[in-house]
Structures are given as structure tokens and as C-alpha cells.
T-cell receptor, first 116, second 113 residues
Framework: EAQVTQNPRYLITVTGKKLTVTCSQNMNHEYMSWYRQDPGLGLRQIYYSMNVEVTDKGDVPEGYKVSRKEKRNFPLILESPSPNQTSLYFC???????????????FGPGTRLLVL | GDSVTQMEGPVTLSEEAFLTINCTYTATGYPSLFWYVQYPGEGLQLLLK?????DKGSNKGFEATYRKETTSFHLEKGSVQVSDSAVYFC????????????FGDGTTLTVKP
């Protein structure tokens, strides 16, 4: 089954404790992206990757890191989480952004993070 | 920068009512436009899209037309069902800055029997 998976689905942590949220897709997509969803703010893009070893900042990259060492995986790293990073996080992937039919994004189920 | 503005919600309708959710955008280039839907407890999934001016996207009875002159992409459905209750997001992908995606704030639709 074609899908985007995220782990963990739920996470409670404390301020300053490094964490990683994993994202994996099995569709051989070139493009992957991370978003956060907050009430009243919609989805905001954190980082995206056009291909292996190619990453770029979205609209809200502060406090986050990413890496793309393999095509299928795109982990989101919070080196020192703070309470304002409490949010619902989504990973997404697509074949090719900016290319019509190939730019539909497929989303993972989400990771709900609470930072105390 | 790019932006997407959706009509404010929440929206509550009775079953079989007509639905319109307004969406307008600003973009520096020539964007593709999307409507995504998020059902409770799930991730977003594509509802429909249009990649150039005057294109009409349609799916599951929903329609939206890419209007370049009014920079709009309003979502419509002639007769909503209870199962359409969800959050709807308008989004754009700008071809001049491939990789950047901009989403609206989302509109929560509740359909009552």
C-alpha cells in the first residue's frame, strides 16, 4: 500500500530534550516536506527536500533540523524543544513539485507533540 | 510572498444544502491550486486541483475553477452529506519556487442530518 508513515504518532517531552520524528514514504517520491498545524494558523511549512541531500527552509524553520540521506526517509529533528513547538506535525511527499499532475502531496497521519 | 486566504469558519449546513468555501490567493508566479480535505484524526488528502487558469478541478461532487482574473479558487458542492464533515484547506504551489507550498488556515465544515 502506498503510504507516508510517521513515528511516533504521539509524544510528550520536556523542554530541551532532543527528539526526532521519523517520516518514511514507499512511493519513490523525490519531494518531501514537513508542516506544522496550529489552530487558526493552518498548515505552515517547516522544511522541504527536493531530493536526496537537497533541503531548504520553509516559512517556519527556526528550532528544527532535517536531513535527507535516503530517498524514502526525511526525519525532523528538534535539538532543544520548547513549549512553542507543541503542535501537530505532518510529513508529506510528492513526485515533483511544480510539475502539474506530479505535484500532488501525500500526507502522513500526523504526530502530535506536547513539550512541557 | 505567496499567501492563501480562506473564508472564516466554522461552517454548519444541513444535509443537501449548497456549499461554497471561498479561497483567494496571491502569488508571484503561476501557481497550481489545490483543495485538500482532512477528516477527523487523519492527515490531509487531495480533494481536487487545477494547474492553469480556467481549469476546473472536480471530485466527489466538489468543484473549483481557477480564476486568474479574480485570483480565486472557490470550492463548491451542490448537495452536501454528513460524510463531508471535515476541515478543508486551500493551497498553492508556485512553479517559480518549486518546493514551497502555502496553505490557507482551513475551514471546518459540519453537516447536520
Amino acid at each position: 500500500e502506498a503510504q507516508v508513515t510517521q513515528n511516533p504518532r504521539y509524544l510528550i517531552t520536556v523542554t530541551g530534550k532532543k527528539l526526532t520524528v521519523t517520516c518514511s514514504q514507499n512511493m519513490n517520491h523525490e519531494y518531501m516536506s514537513w508542516y506544522r498545524q496550529d489552530p487558526g494558523l493552518g498548515l505552515r511549512q517547516i522544511y522541504y527536500s527536493m531530493n536526496v541531500e537537497v533541503t531548504d527552509k520553509g516559512d517556519v524553520p527556526e528550532g528544527y533540523k532535517v536531513s535527507r540521506k535516503e530517498k524514502r526517509n526525511f526525519p525532523l529533528i528538534l535539538e532543544s524543544p520548547s513549549p512553542n513547538q507543541t503542535s501537530l506535525y505532518f510529513c508529506a511527499s510528492s513526485f515533483s513539485p511544480g510539475q502539474g499532475a506530479r505535484e500532488t502531496q501525500y500526507f502522513g497521519p500526523g504526530t502530535r507533540l506536547l513539550v512541557l | 510572498g505567496d499567501s492563501v486566504t480562506q473564508m472564516e469558519g466554522p461552517v454548519t449546513l444541513s444535509e443537501e444544502a449548497f456549499l461554497t468555501i471561498n479561497c483567494t490567493y496571491t502569488a508571484t508566479g503561476y501557481p497550481s491550486l489545490f483543495w485538500y480535505v482532512q477528516y477527523p484524526g487523519e492527515g490531509l488528502q487531495l480533494l481536487l486541483k487545477a494547474t492553469k487558469a480556467d481549469d476546473k478541478g472536480s471530485n466527489k461532487g466538489f468543484e473549483a475553477t481557477y480564476r486568474k482574473e479574480t485570483t480565486s479558487f472557490h470550492l463548491e458542492k451542490g448537495s452536501v452529506q454528513v460524510s463531508d464533515s471535515a476541515v478543508y484547506f486551500c493551497a498553492l504551489s508556485d512553479q517559480t519556487n518549486a518546493g514551497k507550498s502555502t496553505f490557507g488556515d482551513g475551514t471546518t465544515l459540519t453537516v447536520k442530518p
